[in-house]
């Protein structure tokens, strides 16, 4: 699924740096269904939206470079904590391991931008 996100930003823009906001943002907007599905018990949408999130952090780590440096490890250990935090609030309804994911992913589009200058 983060795959086909991407690719579907790929048709709108060739800017590698464009389509890693758009993941990020991509995963703000599944985690706020996320959180929505849980308050309205909703089992189906919250496991729906928590699968098309885990499948953008999996891209990400897919698509990291190591040859880069230490912020590729870094980074690929975030993306895997926020995968484990995912699964686990999903079987727990809880919708502070959801607003800590949210934070985390916020917190990395102002990184992104900051670095980026997008």
Same mark, same amino acid.
């Given at each position: 699924?983060?795959? /086909? #996100? ?7 823009? !060739? !800017? ?5 906001? =758009?993941? +990020? %943002? ?7 269904? #996320? =959180?929505?599905?849980? %308050? ?8 729906? +939206? $928590?699968? =098309?999130?885990?499948? $953008?952090? /999996? ?5 990291? *470079?190591? !040859?880069?440096? *230490?912020?590729?490890? +870094?980074? *690929?250990?975030? +993306?895997?904590?926020? $995968? ?6 999903? $079987? /727990? !309804? ?6 800590? #994911?949210?934070? #985390? ?8 931008? *900051?670095?980026?200058?997008?």
């Amino acid at each position: 699924m983060g795959l /086909d #996100v991407y690719n579907q930003q790929a048709a709108v823009t !060739d !800017d590698p740096y464009m389509l890693i906001l =758009k993941l +990020y %943002e991509g995963l703000l907007k599944y985690l706020s269904f #996320v =959180k929505n599905a849980i %308050e309205e018990g909703n089992i189906e949408e919250k496991f729906e +939206y $928590i699968n =098309k999130s885990i499948a $953008i952090f /999996d891209e990400m780590r897919n698509i990291l *470079d190591f !040859d880069g440096g *230490d912020i590729a490890y +870094y980074l *690929d250990g975030l +993306y895997l904590y926020q $995968i484990e935090t995912l699964f686990s609030a999903g $079987i /727990d !309804d809880n919708l502070n391991a959801i607003a800590q #994911v949210t934070k #985390v992913v916020q917190g990395l589009i102002e990184a992104w931008k *900051d670095e980026t200058g997008l």
